[in-house]
């Protein structure tokens, strides 16, 4: 099934599970997109206001907060992490593996607290220090400033979340690592300094399912719920129940574990796991979970592990009972509809069009791929208004091995993908000076994986002169562990405007027209042109969407620029690229 976001048509394939008379319906995802391992909070003291976070991994900004008033429309309204000094070591994580896991969001006492982990995922390690929790706080969510600088703490683990008790005491539970004894472990820690109990205590191995994870515990009713994830984040994830008269257990296991998967099922929608719980204003209760739209072929998602909602019935004194994910919804009446949030980002489901005006910054919602280097982004700068200046990093988006780029940095913004179909474009204007000089358009997901368009300056091997003149190619390659389309090389046709070869040396600017265009479910098609002369557009080569369609992250739609390896100082900066009229087109999304 495709949904247009104009709601023009929508047609289900099913009917869902009423769960009340007066119900709604929606549709899944509710953050389509790369935004995994969602946490959420309804806050009364906010007018009702619900709040969510998302893992973040390598990018940057990170754990991206999402608002809504009406569990319907949901908008970014900050980054926990939007300063490089909060977190240097997010520029030298190796892996894609690596970075921010799933964060945990809470408030207590007129404060928002996140709880998540720094992730070092290098295999070779022996010890466990990779495992860096952290708490951040704010008095104002809304605000990406607000966001304190973490407080770290000694667990050994990851995925932590807290719970206040009622004397004060905070517990934290968190997953023990896979490779020595798996399990949830819970210990007490200062949320002020950071100091942990002596007491690091298992509480519960789960069902038997692989790598349990994602805890939260609940009380209501007289009994400490604890919700955990199982079975990988693959096709196997599910979420599992226990529950305890104490908080240090032990717990008994629900008799319906799990308690929502879709694994063994043909659903469009897999890889349901790691839950969290809230309740709205009436007092109705919800769930979110990651989700894949990849059915159980598993080949083609690349927006990757996305956010999902479901409604659960939980009666007093009984197990909750939560709703089986599906693209078309039916729960408890949602709250009246509501657009007036603050903050500082766009609802989920905006369409970009970004100028680039004087005296702005960048929208919120575009990212780096780890700690970007700031004086590589320059928005108009002068002589050239309305643009974005790329000054290009020696290294490419692939970098070393893949794994590893390290404090230099590279230069690439981009914005995730969120619908199935979609055009992205740039206008590119781009003097390349020295061999190897290259930008261009991107989809990536990660270092080794991922699917580029950009114009690079080549020597001309059909020249039978001595030196080979230096001429701009189209250069359309993609990276991947699968089979990938084969790298191509089109001249940059010299009836485009402002082209002139300089015998050795470089051509005059290009002002380019660059696309990426989702053309169906599986495919991506990559072309250019002349700004001056749309009609000459040229469709340069097209790569199958399961190439980026990997582990824990999402795609990125966006702009990159490098030397490809050619040391870049002051001497030698390498040939910047301006950007400008950048633009994201929603045209639908598959949901079933």
Known sequence: MLMTLFGHWALALGIPLAVNAANSTY????????FPDPSCISVPEWDNTFFCASSSFSVFPGIPIHASKDLANWRLVSNVLSRPEQLPDLAITNKSTSGIWASTIRYHEGIFFIMTTLVFDDQAQTNFSRWDNMIFQSTNPFESSSWSDPVHFN?????TSPYWADNGTVYVTGSHPWEVTPGITQTTVNLTTGAVGSDLRY?????GGEAPEGPHIYNKDGWYYLMIAEGGTGLNHMETLARSKTIGGPYMPDPANPIITNANTTQYFQTVGHADLFQDPSRSWWGVCLSTRSGPEFLVYPMGRETVMFPVTWQTGDWPIL????????GWQMPTTNLSIAGEGPFTDAADHITFPPNSSLPIHLVHWRIPINASYTISPPGYANTLRLSPSRLNLTAYDGNYAGPEGQTFVGRRQTDTLFTYSVNMQFTPQTEGDEAGV???LTQNHHI??????????????????????FRFSATSYLTVPPPLLVPVHASYPNYTSLSNTSVTTLNLYLEIKAINLTHYAF????????SDLLTIGTAPAADVSFGFTGTLLGVYGTTNGRIVNSSSPGAPAYISDWKYTPQGRFIS
Request: no cysteine; glycine share 10%; net charge negative.
């Open 203 to 207: 509480i519960w191995n789960g069902t």
């Open 527 to 534: 072309s250019a042109g002349p700004i001056e002369s749309m």
């Open 452 to 473: 580029d368009l950009g114009v690079v300056l080549l020597a001309n091997t059909t020249s039978s002169s001595s030196p080979q003149p230096l001429v701009p190619y």
């Open 323 to 330: 709703q089986p994910v599906r693209g078309q919804m039916s």
């Open 442 to 444: 991107s989809v990536f």
């Open 155 to 159: 667990f050994t683990g990851y995925d």
């Open 27 to 34: 549709s899944n995802p509710i953050f389509p997109g790369f």
